[in-house]
């Protein structure tokens, strides 16, 4: 059983702080891995992918991959009351696979 | 990013009537889409994965004969809830495969299903 575990939160940061989010996955043959934000209501939107070891910066996210550990985390600065969302982290195998999700964690940004 | 429509985005029908949800690839085709389910306060649900031209894979535990889909073109695929009843209500969310290799894929805004 492939596994995606997240944190269910509530994480509260107060606006301006970094927002740690936290992903473990159970299949060591992941390849692809994405994190999603989800407004309560609304649809999953496609924040982050990365492929590789590392860090990948995008705006005020990066996300940070480290595959030996199984361990895909996202980093959100300067936090805004707007970044307060449901984050799904999301894995892949291979190509054709589907998506496994994790239940996401909730993040309140206090203003 | 890519995008991807859905409609209708909220319906309301009755209960043993049925219910078509399209879900369109707008400015890319994709030749395969998803389709998910997903309960108040709950995580996304696959429900089955639509290639074009081909039959669907439903997920298991997902009655196909209930949830019809048919992905006929690049760029549509319809999600027909048949017979539907109040235990169906949800939120269905449509996503697009967008890419080869290493690809990224995109969800529609949904549409919200209340069978009364």
């Known amino acids: 059983q492939k596994e995606v575990e997240q944190n269910s939160g509530p994480l509260s940061v107060p606006e301006g702080a970094i927002a740690s989010l936290n992903c473990t996955y159970s299949?060591?043959?992941?390849?692809?891995f994405f994190w999603y934000r989800q407004y309560s209501g609304k649809s999953p939107e496609l924040i982050m992918s990365i492929y590789s070891n590392g860090d990948k910066e995008d705006g005020r996210f990066t996300a940070q991959l480290n595959k030996a550990s199984q361990y895909v985390s996202l980093l959100i600065r300067d936090s805004q009351p707007s970044d307060s969302a449901t984050y799904l982290c999301?894995?892949?195998?291979?190509?054709?696979?589907?998506?496994?999700f994790g239940k996401g964690t909730r993040l309140s940004v206090i203003a | 990013g890519a995008v991807v429509s859905q409609h209708p985005s909220r319906v309301i029908c009755k209960s043993g009537t049925s219910v078509k949800i399209e879900c369109r690839s707008l400015d890319f085709q994709a030749t395969t889409m998803f389709w998910y389910r997903q309960f108040p306060k709950q995580s996304l649900m696959l429900m089955a994965t639509?290639?074009?031209?081909?039959?669907?894979?439903?997920e298991q535990g997902v009655e196909k004969d209930k949830f019809l889909i048919n992905h006929a073109s690049l760029t549509l695929s319809t999600l027909t809830v048949t017979s539907a009843h109040p235990e169906d209500s949800s939120f269905y969310i449509c996503?697009?495969?967008?890419?080869?290799?290493?690809?990224?894929?995109?969800f529609g805004p949904g549409t919200r299903l209340t069978v009364t």
């Open positions: 299949d060591r043959g992941s390849q692809s």
């Open positions: 996503s697009a495969r967008v890419g080869r290799g290493q690809y990224e894929q995109y």
């Open positions: 639509s290639n074009e031209g081909s039959k669907a894979t439903y």
């Open positions: 999301a894995v892949r195998n291979s190509g054709n696979t589907p998506l496994v």
